[in-house]
């Protein structure tokens, strides 16, 4: 049953209007102009008047275009055959693939009954020390990484979706520079990454509105796969790109803005994104890692701070490096005592030591006399940056804990560690003297 | 015949219904849409058209829907069976709901809070013949380690007379237990459950009294310097990382009440499920049976839906309320508050209203000041006391404390537990800010020595912040004692280890011996000559302390280190501090 409309009643920004009976919330439609077809969805209904956001925007639409209302709402294709393809934000290919249409799953599905979930568990080895040793990453954790524009975070994103050990790697690309769109593509190409991923890339210049559908579609079909037994990562970048497409929206609808013009429902909208993430008994899991940039680097921006709110931890992206004061995995500590017996408390030596190192350093800067400690606490700080912080390391967990200690040793006596000595016993490196 | 109507428009979860006949404020009403039941609450009636706020996706509901209105307001179900239960926001219990729909929580599908085909043992108090009122007891039945008493349902308004009572033995909820008869002579039928409109307070008792009586949190900061009370409130704001559900987890095992209720309005669901996981395994020292036989979790995680956000902590202070009814100690605990107050925020954005301070609603302050004002202390009607004490965390955007929801709730609040970003940075936990926060109740520790300590640590504070301008030579060495004592009191009484199994939790008993000692030091006049030798004392002293702090109670280690501290102290001390001998009289 399709029903065609061709009385455009208003058009304003991406949202157009027309009388038509029968519809439901949430459903989509197609538009067709000019310029081609486009999908769109019911937002609002006002007695018989229908108010739908076009995912191609309102550009060149004309009041006499046709509307078809097609009876359900956003759909996308499951099946083995996403792996290694790429889509845009209505779930289009943007390779050079077959489109797909069977087996269709509706997006933005019910959260997962709290009764059901398990506690966390397992962790997720990504070869990054600054992750592996210092907030490792665990099984369906929800993280953000913090970052200010210009930090290297797709970078970063790219060697975790290269690295992490999971099955299905769903990486969702929201107002993407194009640059940055053929990067993913081509390092995880090049990486031999790319027949587990699936991509669903929108880029800056696609029109706003359908951004707002890739954190749905990648979770949708992240939650098929998981409840397929999978382990799914989901990488989402930018999550502040998703938020501002929501304000635009909401301010071009009228919408009584809240906080800095977000929309009033900000928090809900990226909860009900983020709280996909889940670890299913019996069946696989959904780990999200998110990109929020922080305009001018202010963490008390609407975006991150709600975002902080709802996410597990973070990772604080600062000059290249992950900070190791900022970061935080809340849930590190459900998985840092089964590894080996030395991690937590290297963990936490090491960080403070490196925080003695900054005030060493702090010193330094302002010409004080540096003591036979603070030179030996700069030589560690430097061996650490470079060894450990280096975001291109790429070594287990257990040589990363090895290293740990070969960079204690180089730099300090056992003692000075402020480590346990059964820890120090079994693992201070023997160095053979010269 | 009740009401019914259709939908005429959809915004969001706001849902527009045209309807003839009378629609009450509150009335809850259910969208038939796609084969399913919507449940939604009336939230604005204009003429012939009502809104509604659906508590579910509103995905597919389209004009000309039928709905049907129930002439009943958003209710709970009281009455035995709730303990150890875990609910959704509109008391769906989710265990059961799991069972039914597995695992995801499908739109429509709404289940009796109370199992019904459970009996209960009852055995009548009251006689026949005898006259009675809301609230009064007929009858108990056992629930867990309780006598959950079976009063005369809150909304029969009058005096009754008991008609008829059944005799001892075991009967379901909905069994007819009583027959009452009004003064007019119509029966009532009382069973073992009724229901209870959430957005109004229960007020079966014949006066509220002023909460004195400090409920036992087992956190020395908390129970020495800044209290609670039974039947108070207060309120724990911060920033996000720096420990308040933690803090709260903590409290839910450790605090001596009868009963608490966990309010997860928002919130992670990874948090969540620690509690709902971990509870059932832990044992309630008092009782040594399990924490979750005294406990009730209402879990509306951040992405449920927002009206259900709304409702979820009016569900949780009602079943509160009803417990106190019993004459028992609840304690309610709501994380965070400000999700609340955020729900409200969207849901008044739909409505178009107009916006007040940060885009929050007009009516945030009051509607906070109603919710917390739903704590207090009573006296029933049978003489006994009962008590419900509230307590909040908000979540201010970037940690600021001037936003409206900390500053509304600071307003009727009893205690302010202000966690703090730096001490949580330097991992000094719990992260209350010893000197931001405040409590207007009185603990159990003499004021007059508490005061003395406080006002050691605010001068510690002092020279310390002195202290980074002119560096350590700068200052002298009485003042940089004072500093050490401060930062000697912090480390080993503010601080507290939740993760070490003695730490965790200390008894009023030996907060009050362990405070003494630490007058000891604080008042002591020490030979202490030069600042290398203080700061080496000072870290003996501290060290000795904290592995005293871990050690079993009157345990042989516990014996020995006490002794260490004493030749530790009798070691330096030289003498009272002036002015000190009047705050160490017993």
């Given amino acids: 049953m399709t029903k065609v409309y061709s009385k455009i009643e208003s058009i304003a920004g991406n949202v157009i209007s027309v009388y038509a009976d029968g519809i439901k919330y949430g459903e989509l439609a197609e538009v067709s102009t000019s310029f081609g077809k486009s999908l769109a969805e019911v937002i609002k209904l006002d007695e018989g008047l229908v108010s739908l956001q076009v995912f191609a925007g309102g550009r060149g639409i004309s009041t006499g275009d046709e509307v078809r209302f097609l009876g359900h709402p956003m759909r996308v294709s499951f099946s083995d055959n996403l792996m290694g393809r790429i889509f845009d934000g209505s779930g289009v290919p943007r390779d050079n693939g077959p489109e797909l249409s069977e087996n269709l799953i509706e997006i933005g599905g019910p959260s997962f009954n709290p009764a059901k979930r398990i506690i966390p568990r397992n962790m997720i080895r990504t070869g990054i020390p600054m992750i592996d040793v210092f907030n490792s990453l665990v099984e369906s954790q929800k993280l953000p990484i913090f970052s200010v524009s210009g930090e290297p975070y797709n970078q970063l994103l790219a060697r975790i979706a290269m690295q992490a050990e999971v099955d299905i790697i769903i990486l969702g690309g929201i107002g993407l520079k194009y640059d940055d769109y053929l990067f993913f593509k081509d390092t995880l190409e090049e990486g031999g990454a790319l027949s587990r991923t699936i991509m669903f890339m929108h880029t800056a210049s696609d029109p706003v509105v359908e951004s707002l559908m890739v954190p749905d579609i990648s979770l949708a079909v992240a939650e098929k796969f998981a409840l397929k037994g999978k382990k799914v990562l989901v990488l989402l970048t930018d999550m502040t790109n998703f938020a501002d497409a929501m304000k635009e929206i909401a301010i071009t609808q009228e919408q009584v803005p809240s906080n800095r013009g977000y929309p009033g429902d900000l928090y809900s909208q990226l909860a009900s994104r983020y709280e996909k993430a889940v670890d299913i008994e019996g069946a696989g899991s959904i780990t999200i890692l998110g990109v929020t940039t922080m305009p001018g680097d202010d963490v008390t921006h609407p975006v991150p701070d709600n975002t902080g709110y709802i996410t597990e931890g973070q990772y604080y992206l600062k000059g290249g490096r992950i900070e190791p004061f900022g970061s935080l995995s809340r849930l590190k500590q459900q998985v840092n005592d089964k590894t080996r017996e030395d991690h937590r408390a290297l963990m936490d030596g090491m960080i403070k030591l490196y925080a003695q190192y900054k005030d060493s350093l702090e010193k330094k800067s302002m010409g004080f006399h540096m003591s036979s400690w603070d030179e030996k606490l700069l030589k560690y700080g430097e061996a650490f940056e470079s060894g450990m912080m280096d975001l291109t390391v790429n070594i287990p967990l257990e040589r990363a804990l090895d290293l740990g200690w070969e960079i204690l040793s180089d730099s300090f006596a056992p003692e000075e560690t402020g480590l346990k000595s059964s820890l120090l016993e079994k693992f201070w490196p023997v160095k053979e003297t010269v | 015949m009740k009401n019914t109507g259709k939908v005429i428009g959809v915004n969001g979860n706001m849902v527009t219904v045209s309807v003839t006949g009378q629609v009450s404020m509150n009335?809850?009403?259910?969208?038939?849409?796609?084969?399913?039941?919507?449940?939604?609450?009336?939230?604005?009636?204009?003429?012939?058209?009502?809104?509604?706020?659906?508590?579910?996706?509103?995905?597919?509901?389209?004009?000309?829907?039928?709905?049907?209105?129930?002439?009943?307001?958003?209710?709970?179900?009281?009455?035995?069976?709730?303990?150890?239960?875990?609910?959704?926001?509109?008391?769906?219990?989710?265990?059961?709901?799991?069972?039914?729909?597995?695992?995801?929580?499908?739109?429509?599908?709404?289940?009796?809070?109370?199992?019904?085909?459970?009996?209960?043992?009852?055995?009548?108090?009251?006689?026949?013949?005898?006259?009675?009122?809301?609230?009064?007891?007929?009858?108990?039945?056992?629930?867990?380690?309780?006598?959950?008493?079976?009063?005369?349902?809150?909304?029969?308004?009058?005096?009754?007379?008991?008609?008829?009572?059944?005799?001892?033995?075991?009967?379901?909820?909905?069994?007819?237990?009583?027959?009452?008869?009004?003064?007019?002579?119509?029966?009532?039928?009382?069973?073992?459950?009724?229901?209870?409109?959430?957005?109004?307070?229960?007020?079966?008792?014949?006066?509220?009294?002023?909460?004195?009586?400090?409920?036992?949190?087992?956190?020395?900061?908390?129970?020495?310097?800044?209290?609670?009370?039974?039947?108070?409130?207060?309120?724990?704001?911060?920033?996000?990382?720096?420990?308040?559900?933690?803090?709260?987890?903590?409290?839910?095992?450790?605090?001596?009440?009868?009963?608490?209720?966990?309010?997860?309005?928002?919130?992670?669901?990874?948090?969540?499920?620690?509690?709902?996981?971990?509870?059932?395994?832990?044992?309630?020292?008092?009782?040594?049976?399990?924490?979750?036989?005294?406990?009730?979790?209402?879990?509306?995680?951040?992405?449920?839906?927002?009206?259900?956000?709304?409702?979820?902590?009016?569900?949780?202070?009602?079943?509160?309320?009803?417990?106190?009814?019993?004459?028992?100690?609840?304690?309610?605990?709501?994380?965070?508050?400000?999700?609340?107050?955020?729900?409200?925020?969207?849901?008044?954005?739909?409505?178009?209203?107009?916006?007040?301070?940060?885009?929050?609603?007009?009516?945030?302050?009051?509607?906070?000041?109603?919710?917390?004002?739903?704590?207090?202390?009573?006296?029933?009607?049978?003489?006994?006391?009962?008590?419900?004490?509230?307590?909040?965390?908000?979540?201010?955007?970037?940690?600021?404390?001037?936003?409206?929801?900390?500053?509304?709730?600071?307003?009727?609040?009893?205690?302010?537990?202000?966690?703090?970003?730096?001490?949580?940075?330097?991992?000094?936990?719990?992260?209350?800010?010893?000197?931001?926060?405040?409590?207007?109740?009185?603990?159990?520790?003499?004021?007059?020595?508490?005061?003395?300590?406080?006002?050691?640590?605010r001068r510690s504070y002092e020279i310390g912040s002195m202290m980074k301008v002119v560096g350590e030579e700068g200052t002298s060495t009485d003042d940089f004692i004072t500093y050490l004592k401060g930062e000697f009191l912090d480390a080993v009484y503010y601080q507290q280890n939740s993760f070490d199994p003695v730490d965790a939790s200390v008894t009023p008993e030996r907060q009050s011996y362990l405070f003494g000692q630490i007058m000891e030091v604080l008042t002591a006049e020490l030979d202490l000559d030069t600042k290398d030798e203080a700061r080496s004392w000072f870290n003996k002293v501290r060290q000795t302390f904290l592995d005293y702090n871990g050690t079993q109670w009157e345990s042989d280690e516990f014996k020995a280190l006490d002794k260490e501290i004493g030749t530790l102290i009798a070691d330096k001390k030289i003498g009272i501090l002036h002015g000190s001998e009047k705050v160490m009289e017993k």
């Fill in chain 2, 27 to 457: 009335e809850v009403a259910y969208i038939l849409t796609g084969g399913k039941r919507l449940k939604c609450e009336v939230i604005r009636i204009q003429g012939d058209n009502v809104q509604v706020q659906v508590f579910e996706m509103t995905k597919g509901v389209g004009i000309g829907d039928e709905v049907e209105f129930t002439e009943d307001l958003l209710a709970v179900e009281l009455g035995p069976g709730l303990l150890g239960q875990v609910f959704d926001g509109l008391q769906n219990p989710l265990p059961e709901l799991a069972e039914e729909a597995g695992f995801f929580l499908e739109r429509g599908i709404y289940l009796d809070a109370l199992p019904r085909d459970k009996e209960w043992e009852f055995t009548p108090v009251a006689n026949t013949g005898a006259q009675v009122s809301a609230g009064e007891v007929l009858g108990t039945v056992p629930e867990q380690n309780f006598v959950h008493k079976i009063m005369v349902p809150f909304n029969l308004l009058g005096t009754y007379t008991v008609k008829s009572i059944a005799e001892k033995g075991n009967y379901k909820i909905t069994d007819k237990v009583v027959v009452l008869t009004d003064e007019k002579g119509n029966s009532h039928d009382v069973t073992l459950v009724f229901q209870w409109p959430v957005k109004r307070a229960i007020k079966c008792y014949s006066e509220r009294l002023k909460p004195v009586e400090p409920l036992v949190t087992k956190m020395r900061l908390i129970d020495t310097f800044l209290p609670v009370a039974k039947g108070g409130t207060f309120c724990v704001p911060g920033p996000f990382g720096a420990g308040k559900t933690v803090l709260q987890q903590a409290m839910s095992k450790n605090a001596e009440v009868d009963i608490v209720i966990v309010a997860a309005c928002g919130e992670r669901a990874g948090e969540v499920v620690e509690t709902l996981k971990e509870f059932p395994e832990l044992l309630d020292p008092k009782t040594g049976r399990s924490l979750m036989e005294r406990t009730i979790i209402i879990c509306n995680t951040s992405s449920m839906p927002v009206a259900s956000r709304e409702a979820s902590v009016y569900t949780a202070v009602t079943l509160a309320e009803y417990y106190r009814q019993m004459g028992l100690d609840v304690l309610l605990l709501a994380d965070s508050t400000s999700r609340w107050a955020q729900a409200m925020r969207e849901m008044s954005g739909r409505l178009e209203e107009i916006p007040g301070e940060e885009a929050f609603p007009a009516y945030l302050e009051s509607s906070i000041a109603g919710f917390y004002e739903r704590a207090g202390i009573v006296a029933l009607k049978s003489g006994e006391k009962g008590s419900v004490t509230i307590g909040g965390t908000v979540s201010p955007a970037g940690g600021n404390f001037e936003e409206p929801v900390t500053q509304a709730t600071l307003k009727v609040v009893g205690a302010f537990h202000g966690l703090s970003r730096e001490r949580s940075d330097a991992r000094k936990y719990p992260a209350i800010h010893p000197l931001d926060s405040w409590s207007k109740y009185t603990g159990s520790i003499n004021p007059v020595q508490t005061g003395y300590a406080y006002d050691m640590l």
